[in-house]
């Protein structure tokens, strides 16, 4: 099986989710047997390729356009698809990314090849390759077969925690020239406003969460102080986000953002089904809350019973000592 | 501004889910169907965008009859009219982009919008795909859009931040919470909605690019461990993350 992976670049760097896609790639070439490929997409991105070497890929392709300084959906999708093709590859792993949710299905299409969505796992091999995905939620796995001979997948991010290779490749990049039209930028980036100092829960690997049971906006300090003290980011339930406490990018959830952190800390959250459905998936969840009867405690592994008021101080000067 | 809104029907959020006989798909016994809540963000700026600019908002859906009920709801918000390509084959997303791709090309739209995803397969791949297939721009999870003449500039969420996207009309944009506030429909507007036509039409499905073999309820966590908010259950805590979870 030939497989192409897509390394996300941003502002002249690999994004992490391109080492993820590394990941699951070579799981898949490790099960299944095949080779892996990278493709990176952008201006000025082949001093970029060494950086896989380590993720255990030697064969990077590059496509290169002063015009994607910027991302572009059409343009970027075009080149993907057009590497696929001329590579023959059987697979394309990309991120389920913000990027990668616009990207896969544009290049599944062009492709002709189905597509499975915010993948988590990977079953099978061969011909009886399964991807694994959640649905209804959260309250439901579905098991997927693509039936198309080209298959493509986004994997959700996170889930596949990026791996370096126990032998690392020796990169040898080469660039593949796409025959750009002025008409394949249609939807340009023209700006990106980036969060200065602040962890975003969209590919955070530890997020505290604080839920009404703060009372207040004025209270989210007892969050933030123990976010920092683990380098982890803010995030928030619907409630505080409707009631105006905290940003709507800051919201975990089904109207918000689905994020499978290493560990997840929920502060004075009850536990909605429509909460759940954006966390479940983390690897090590946390409550804190006074009700010990509320749904958040269902899916944690670790739970305490009480005031956050008096225990969210408490917890992050032990964190703080334990780290010293 | 011809103005189409794509929809579905999803289960409600709180519904209970129990996997059919089949092993693959959801019992739909006692479910609760809604209007997919991501759609509702799509229908209420279709309206602003006829109250700017004129012209009208066709709700189109892929499903079956019951989808109409649903339906019935983007009307009574506002919409003008719409169109339920009857599909009673349990399709997967290419299906059901493919089918409003068709209907898509015949109507010609200027804007066509989308709820971000649906809350039951959670693919949001189809408003990329139609874009694909009618060969359009397509701007995705929108939080902020201005139009202007042809010109769109939108506001989209990405990993920490945000990002400012230029396209012109005609466009494909997906729905994020933020975009605006889904307005309620009064009584009047339900019973108005009443008389509103639904034009039904046979679609054809292609052959399933994706098929679900299996649908489990994910295992459920055992029972975790409990403590209490004293200093003790607090140092406890720390002690179970550092050395049983290995997380800190």
């Known amino acids: 099986m030939k497989i192409l992976a897509y390394a996300e670049a941003r502002d002249g760097a690999l994004k992490k989710s391109a080492f993820e896609a590394m990941t699951a790639a070579r799981q898949v070439a490790s099960s299944t047997g095949g080779t892996v490929a990278a493709v990176i997409v952008g201006a000025n991105v082949a001093s970029l390729a060494d950086q896989l070497g380590a993720y255990g890929v030697s064969d990077v392709i590059t496509v290169e356009d002063n015009r994607l300084t910027e991302y572009d959906s059409g343009a970027t999708a075009k080149a993907v698809a057009a590497v696929a093709s001329a590579e023959g590859a059987d697979l394309v792993v990309v991120s389920h990314s913000a990027h990668g949710k616009d990207l896969a299905p544009r290049v599944a299409t062009k492709l002709e090849a189905g597509l499975a969505p915010d993948v988590v796992g990977i079953d099978g091999s061969g011909d009886d390759i399964r991807f694994v995905r959640p649905v209804f939620a959260g309250k439901g796995l579905a098991e997927v077969k693509i039936n198309t001979p080209k298959k493509v997948v986004s994997i959700r991010p996170n889930v596949f925690t990026a791996t370096t290779a126990d032998a690392p490749a020796t990169v040898s990049a080469r660039n593949v020239v796409v025959d750009f039209s002025d008409a394949d930028f249609r939807s340009k980036v023209v700006e990106t406003k980036v969060t200065t100092g602040k962890k975003d829960v969209a590919d955070s690997d530890i997020i505290v969460s604080g839920g009404r049971g703060l009372k207040g906006p004025e209270n989210f300090n007892l969050v933030e102080d123990l976010a920092a003290a683990l380098d982890a980011a803010v995030g928030a339930s619907r409630a505080v986000v409707d009631a105006g406490w905290r940003p709507h990018s800051e919201q975990v959830g089904q109207t918000g953002k689905t994020v499978s952190p290493t560990l997840y800390v929920a502060c004075a959250i009850s536990g909605a089904v429509q909460h759940l459905a954006g966390m479940s998936g983390s690897k090590y969840i946390v409550a804190i809350n006074k009700d010990k009867d509320a749904p958040i405690f269902g899916v944690a592994d670790y739970g305490i019973v009480g005031d956050v008021f008096e225990v969210l101080p408490m917890l992050t000067q032990e964190i703080k000592a334990a780290k010293n | ?248």
Do not use: W
């Open chain 2, 1 to 248: 501004m011809n103005i189409v809104v794509c929809v579905s029907q999803t289960p409600d959020t709180t519904t209970k889910i129990q996997v059919g006989s089949d092993g693959k798909h959801i019992d739909p016994t006692g479910v609760k169907f809604i209007l997919n809540p991501y759609d509702e963000f799509a229908v209420e700026e279709g309206l602003k965008l006829r109250e700017a600019n004129g012209g009208a908002v066709t709700l189109l859906c892929v499903g079956n009859d019951s989808a109409k009920e649903n339906i019935r709801l983007g009307l009574a918000m506002g919409a003008d009219k719409a169109i339920l390509v009857k599909d009673e084959a349990k399709g997967d997303s290419f299906s059901v982009a493919s089918q409003l791709a068709d209907v898509l090309k015949e109507l010609g739209p200027d804007m066509i919008l989308f709820g971000r995803q649906s809350i039951d397969y959670d693919s949001a791949q189809m408003g990329p795909t139609v874009a694909e297939l009618l060969d359009l721009p397509v701007i995705t999870f929108v939080t902020n859009l201005q139009i202007d003449g042809t010109s769109i500039k939108a506001e989209r969420d990405i990993e920490g931040g945000k990002e400012v996207v230029v396209a012109s009309l005609p466009c494909v944009i997906t729905a994020q919470k933020g975009l605006n506030e889904p307005r309620y429909p009064k009584l009047p507007d339900i019973m108005k909605a009443k008389s509103k036509p639904i034009e039904e039409r046979a679609g054809t499905a292609p052959s399933l690019r994706v098929e679900t073999v299996a649908l489990h309820k994910p295992e459920q966590k055992g029972s975790g461990k409990v403590l209490d908010g004293t200093p003790e259950g607090v140092k406890e805590l720390v002690r179970l993350l550092r050395e049983e979870a290995k997380v800190i």
